[in-house]
C-alpha cells in the first residue's frame, strides 16, 4: 500500500550538506499498526512530513496504492486517503471541535456524530463541542480532539506523530484501544513513539539510528533490541 523506494533527505547549513535520512526504503501493508521508534534526532518525524508531503523528499521515490506521490503536495495527499496527526496538533482561533470533526468528515456532522468520535479519545464529548481550538485548552485536550479528527476522516493511511504527547495516564491504555479498534484489512496506521507501552499495539516495529533503519520486524523481535539501540539513537539532537 505504502511503499517508500530509497529515500533520503538533506538540508543546507552554513552552505553544507547535512543529511537528515539517508536511503530508507519501506513497505507498509493494510491490516496493520506499524510503530516507528527512535531517540529524539532519529528522522522519525521528518519521515512522517515527507509521506505526507509537508517536506519534499531529496531524492528517492514514495508509492501509496501503486501511484507515485513523490511530488504531489498535502492537499493531494490527503484526497487519496493520507491523514496526519501533528506531533504539535495545530491551535485554530474560531473554529471549535465540532467544526474540526466536520471538516474531517467532509460534511457537517450532527452533534451527536461529533460527540461519537470525541468519546473514543476520552473526552466528555457534549462539554467540548463549542469548546474552541484556542489557548484554553490543553496541550492533552487539543491533542485528543486532533486524534479524534483523524479518526473521523477515515483514512486508508493514518500517521500519528507521538500521540501521547501531552496526555494523561489515560493515553496509555486508551490510545492502544483506539489504534487496535479503528484499524481494518483496508487501512493502516504508522505511529511515531518513543513509548513501550503503545508498542503493545504494533504488529511490526521499524527501529531507527542516525536517519537509517537500523532494524524492523514483528514486534515481539524487536523490542528486545530497541536497548541496544537507544545509546546510537541519543548522540543525535537533530529532529
Request: proline share 3%; hydrophobic share 40%.
Given at each position: 500500500?505504502l511503499k517508500?523506494?530509497n529515500v ?6 552554513k552552505?553544507?550538506?547535512i543529511?537528515i535520512?539517508?536511503?530508507?526504503s519501506?513497505?507498509?501493508q493494510?491490516g496493520?499498526n506499524?510503530?516507528?521508534?527512535g ?8 519521515l512522517?512530513?515527507l509521506?505526507?508531503?509537508i517536506?519534499p523528499v ?8 501503486g501511484?507515485?506521490?513523490t511530488?504531489m503536495?498535502?492537499?493531494e495527499r490527503?484526497k487519496?486517503g493520507i491523514?496526519?496527526a501533528?506531533?504539535?496538533p495545530?491551535r485554530f482561533k474560531?473554529?471549535?471541535?465540532k ?9 457537517d ?5 461529533a460527540?461519537?468520535y470525541l468519546?473514543?479519545v476520552?473526552?466528555?464529548?457534549r462539554e467540548y ?14 491533542k485528543?480532539i ?10 486508508t493511511l ?6 501521547e ?5 489515560w493515553?496509555f491504555n486508551?490510545?492502544?484501544e ?5 484499524l ?5 496506521n504508522?505511529?511515531?513513539?518513543h513509548q513501550?507501552?503503545?508498542f503493545?499495539?504494533?504488529d ?14 514483528p514486534?515481539?523481535d524487536i ?5 541496544d ?8 539532537e537533530?529532529?
Amino acid at each position: 500500500m505504502l511503499k517508500i523506494d530509497n529515500v533520503s533527505f538533506s538540508i543546507k547549513e552554513k552552505g553544507k550538506t547535512i543529511w537528515i535520512l539517508k536511503n530508507i526504503s519501506l513497505e507498509f501493508q493494510p491490516g496493520k499498526n506499524y510503530i516507528l521508534t527512535g531517540a529524539n534526532g532519529c528522522g522519525k518525524s521528518t519521515l512522517a512530513k515527507l509521506i505526507m508531503g509537508i517536506l519534499p523528499v531529496t531524492s528517492g521515490k514514495i508509492y501509496f496504492n501503486g501511484i507515485d506521490i513523490t511530488n504531489m503536495d498535502i492537499t493531494e495527499r490527503a484526497k487519496l486517503g493520507i491523514a496526519y496527526a501533528m506531533q504539535q496538533p495545530t491551535r485554530f482561533k474560531g473554529l471549535n471541535a465540532k467544526d474540526i470533526i466536520s471538516y474531517a468528515v467532509g460534511a457537517d456532522c450532527t452533534s451527536s456524530s461529533a460527540c461519537e468520535y470525541l468519546s473514543k479519545v476520552g473526552i466528555c464529548a457534549r462539554e467540548y463541542l463549542e469548546r474552541d481550538l484556542d489557548n484554553t485548552l490543553s496541550g492533552g485536550e487539543l491533542k485528543r480532539i486532533e486524534i479524534a479528527s483523524v479518526l473521523a476522516r477515515e483514512a486508508t493511511l493514518n500517521i500519528y506523530d507521538e500521540p501521547e504527547a501531552g496526555i494523561d495516564i489515560w493515553s496509555f491504555n486508551g490510545l492502544v484501544e483506539i489504534f487496535k479498534k479503528s484499524l481494518t484489512k483496508k487501512n493502516l496506521n504508522i505511529i511515531i513513539s518513543h513509548q513501550e507501552k503503545l508498542f503493545k499495539s504494533a504488529d511490526e516495529i521499524i527501529l531507527m539510528a542516525n536517519g537509517e533503519i537500523k532494524t524492523k520486524g514483528p514486534a515481539k523481535d524487536i523490542i528486545p533490541k530497541i536497548n541496544d539501540y537507544s545509546s546510537i539513537c541519543k548522540k543525535l539532537e537533530v529532529d
